[in-house]
């Protein structure tokens, strides 16, 4: 499985970004696909997930009510939208495929590249 993550770029704060996470190869419903973010000089952390298999999701306190993430089985694709950015969001963004769901990094197999968000004014 491959992963590709987009969407990333600046923006002021207050402002909203869509990511984007295409995944090649099979999905299976038993799936979780995560994001994560890592800002300098800190450890990745949880953003968010989603089961592959059913609607549910995850967030992380930091974003949770201002962050959606959805999924389209479709074209195999995850997608955070992030809204009311603030610059505490500024990180390298990267989308995970695991088995189950955790909150822990390396709980999860397979890696996107990342995508930075920038929130600055």
């Known amino acids: 499985v491959q992963l590709q993550a987009s969407g990333g770029g600046l923006v002021q704060p207050g402002g909203s970004l869509r990511l984007s996470c295409a995944a090649s190869g099979r999905i299976f419903s038993s799936h979780v696909m995560a994001w994560f973010r890592q800002a300098p000089g800190k450890e990745r952390e949880f953003v968010a997930a989603?089961?592959?298999?059913?609607?549910?999701?995850y967030y992380a306190d930091s974003v949770k009510g201002r962050s959606t993430i959805s999924k389209n089985n479709a074209v195999n694709t995850v997608y955070l939208q992030m809204n009311t950015l603030k610059p505490e969001d500024t990180a390298v963004y990267s989308c995970?495929?695991?088995?189950?769901?955790?909150?822990?990094?390396?709980?999860?197999?397979?890696w996107g590249q990342g995508t930075l968000v920038t929130v600055s004014s």
């Open positions: 989603i089961r592959w298999g059913s609607e549910r999701t």
């Open positions: 995970a495929r695991g088995n189950s769901l955790a909150y822990r990094s390396d709980e999860y197999t397979y």
